[in-house]
């Protein structure tokens, strides 16, 4: 039997891999990354914020921008990193850039009472989306509002459908403490999976959907979002699945820094290379993907010693 998680033992998590895995991942150095790059998985290394979410920015553009009426384009994008967000909107504005024609998805919308939470929240992602890039884009250049898909209660088969007649250019993330994009978190440690996780067939046939959140995430929400306040932070989301995912073209990842931590980067860069797939690892699914970028600040590569602060 799997060894149990330190963080949540009543869940699946990276802490139930195999010692050797995360003992080979915690020892690369910065300098190794690039080494990892193989068919269908590149990475990027950027010296400055800057550079880092000036490219991040660029991805929704060239996106819109290759969209037409006849063959709409779309990007599918996170609430986590949001920096690049407001230079989306300003780098259109002053380009007059007219992308119209382009498509969005939001990729998740926390769950709360039974429905979405609202655009009236401060911790609602659709909000966070209008207010930091859509509300700022100039009107006579920006897609109309039916072309923006945000996830709700009712609409989950909808949003997954429009992957079908949308082209999905880009799906772009970030990394979560669980090591997911979007909330694909790793699943309860229970039923059927209560003695070793979904395997990778399984959890890739997931879709669209209301999901529990893994208590890292919980955590990892409250520090990012709440000043820290657990119990502000909804238990559910509805999120992106794999089953989306593998629609788009492209997936990219920007590993900031903010979101996860050297190690965590560390776990899914080598997880990804060496095609090590594993569901407590849902970033590993990954690896099946043929066209994966990962996006580094150089800085938050930061290494994984032991010392005290």
């Known amino acids: 039997m799997r060894k149990l998680s330190k963080v949540a033992p009543g869940w699946w998590d990276y802490t139930t891999l195999d010692e050797d895995i995360l003992n080979e991942a915690a020892a690369l150095k910065p300098d190794d990354f690039k080494k990892l790059q193989r068919d269908g998985f590149k990475i990027n290394i950027y010296d400055t914020l800057e550079s880092f979410y000036t490219a991040e920015a660029l991805e929704y553009i060239k996106c819109w921008k290759a969209s037409t009426s006849s063959n709409p384009v779309g990007l599918c994008g996170p609430i986590g990193p949001t920096e690049q967000l407001p230079l989306v909107a300003e780098i259109i504005n002053d380009l007059d850039i007219d992308i119209r024609d382009g498509h969005f998805w939001g990729m998740d919308e926390w769950y709360l009472d039974g429905k979405e939470m609202p655009m009236t929240d401060p911790l609602s992602f659709a909000k966070a989306d209008m207010d930091m890039c859509f509300n700022r884009i100039r009107k006579d250049l920006r897609m109309p509002d039916e072309n923006i898909h945000f996830l709700s209660a009712d609409n989950i088969s909808k949003y997954s459908e429009s992957f079908d007649s949308i082209e999905c250019r880009i799906m772009q993330g970030g ?39 893994h208590p890292m995430t919980l955590m990892q929400n409250a520090r990012t979002s709440s000043g ?65 970028l990962f996006n580094f600040y150089r800085p938050a590569i930061g290494a994984c010693i032991a010392e005290m602060h």
């Open 228 to 292: 820290g306040i657990v119990s502000s932070i909804p238990s559910q989301a509805i999120t992106v699945g794999p089953v989306e995912t593998w629609k788009a073209k492209n997936i990219s990842i920007w590993h900031a820094g903010m979101h996860d931590n050297p190690f965590g980067m560390r776990l899914t860069t080598f997880m990804i290379s060496n095609k090590i797939i594993d569901s407590s690892v849902p970033m590993s699914l990954l690896a099946g993907h043929n066209n994966v």
């Open 175 to 213: 990394q979560g403490e669980t090591k997911h994009w979007a909330f694909n978190d790793p699943l309860k440690r229970e039923g059927k999976y209560k003695d070793i996780p979904p395997s990778p067939e399984e959890y890739k046939n997931l879709s669209a959907r209301v999901v529990d959140l």
